[in-house]
């Protein structure tokens, strides 16, 4: 009998769970370490969930493939240089990138390129004859003085004119490209220099040079 009663006392002096949940309410809102605890327990959660948005947010980009682009505005003509390629990597290149300076050094440029474009082959003068780039031809000239192809490069726009014999000058094409410019012979006394013109004006300027004189000024602006 008396060790039921100590039983029955010892179950008395326990809490019972609402008691339980009402001292865990006071002991946060009193600071205690009850409270404690569990504000460390949430801000170790937020930290975790922080991070994991962060790796959702910011996935990791695959690699790029390294292509070669222009560095600084180059014109028609241009012949390429080290120094006038970047490389870059992208992960969507153009049909034709140019993936190496070995590919594009000592090249002649078709037509002009801006700076921070993707250089691709079709950007090249090709190695069989001069690409003009579209809507030009390329036309060969001798021009009458050989000491004006001493003044020219590649890419550099001049007017062609018809000399007739009596001086008169026609004017065939404003504005043609110098393309390139092949090694003077050894005695100099003729220079040839290959020109990007547009396709209407080529036949007249290759039958001026055949059946007279050709000479070439400076474009104008």
């Known amino acids: 009998?008396?060790?039921?009663?100590?039983?029955?006392?010892?179950?008395?002096?326990?809490?019972?769970?609402?008691?339980?949940?009402?001292?865990?309410?006071?002991?946060?809102?009193?600071?205690?370490?009850?409270?404690?605890?569990?504000?460390?327990a949430l801000a170790a959660l937020l930290l975790i969930t922080a991070g994991l948005l962060a790796l959702i947010g910011d996935p990791v980009q695959p690699p790029g493939t390294r292509v070669l682009a222009v560095s600084r505005d180059l014109p028609t003509g241009a012949t390429i240089g080290?120094?006038?390629?970047?490389?870059?990597?992208?992960?969507?290149?153009?049909?034709?990138?140019?993936?190496?300076?070995?590919?594009?050094?000592?090249?002649v440029l078709s037509s002009p390129v801006r700076r921070g474009e993707i250089l691709t082959d079709l950007r090249l003068v090709t190695s069989g004859r001069p690409d003009p780039g579209p809507g030009r031809v390329a036309v060969p000239v001798r021009p009458a003085d050989p000491g004006t192809v001493d003044l020219l490069t590649p890419g550099v726009?001049?007017?062609?004119?018809?000399?007739?014999?009596?001086?008169?000058?026609?004017?065939?094409?404003?504005?043609?490209?110098?393309?390139t410019i092949p090694?003077?012979?050894?005695?100099?006394?003729?220079?040839?220099?290959?020109?990007?013109?547009?396709?209407?004006?080529?036949?007249?300027?290759?039958?001026?040079?055949?059946v007279g004189t050709v000479a070439l000024r400076f474009a104008t602006a």
Do not use: Y
């Not at 179950?11 to 569990?38: E, V, Y």
């Not at 726009?157 to 393309?179: E, K, R, S």
């Open 1 to 40: 009998m008396d060790a039921t009663r100590r039983v029955d006392r010892a179950a008395d002096l326990q809490p019972r769970w609402p008691d339980r949940l009402a001292t865990a309410a006071l002991g946060r809102r009193r600071g205690g370490r009850c409270s404690r605890n569990f504000r460390r």
């Open 82 to 107: 080290p120094s006038d390629l970047v490389v870059v990597s992208l992960n969507a290149i153009p049909d034709g990138a140019l993936r190496t300076a070995a590919q594009a050094v000592g090249r």
């Open 157 to 179: 726009h001049v007017a062609v004119l018809a000399v007739a014999q009596n001086g008169q000058a026609t004017l065939l094409a404003p504005d043609a490209v110098v393309l």
């Open 183 to 210: 090694p003077a012979s050894k005695d100099r006394t003729t220079r040839l220099v290959v020109l990007a013109v547009p396709t209407a004006t080529a036949d007249r300027i290759t039958a001026a040079g055949v």
